[in-house]
């Protein structure tokens, strides 16, 4: 029998897969998979609102920012 800490841990981590799986594949859906870093002066006003939703899911899940930079799925282009 699973105990109640077994249950919490694995609806935690169906939460965070589908979570996401729903920044990758539905906010983040416009990006190619190359990795390439977003430049924001190209985004379309609904790709900045998805580029703003997933940053607030990351600082929800992620809650120390020094990892939260370091683990995040969105990469910008640096201003020169």
Same mark, same amino acid.
């Given at each position: 029998m699973l105990t109640t800490q077994q249950l919490y841990e694995a609806? $935690?981590?169906r939460a965070l897969? #589908? $979570?996401y799986t729903h920044m990758t594949d539905n906010l983040l859906g416009f990006?190619?998979?190359n990795g390439t870093a977003l430049d924001l002066n190209?985004?379309?006003d609904d790709e900045l609102d998805? $580029?703003?939703a997933v940053q607030?899911? #990351?600082q929800e899940w992620i809650l120390d920012s020094d990892q939260r930079e370091q683990l995040s799925i969105l990469s910008f282009? /640096? /201003?020169m």
């Open positions: 609806n $935690i981590k897969s #589908e $979570i990006l190619d998979d190209n985004c379309s998805n $580029i703003k607030a899911l #990351e282009k /640096r /201003r």
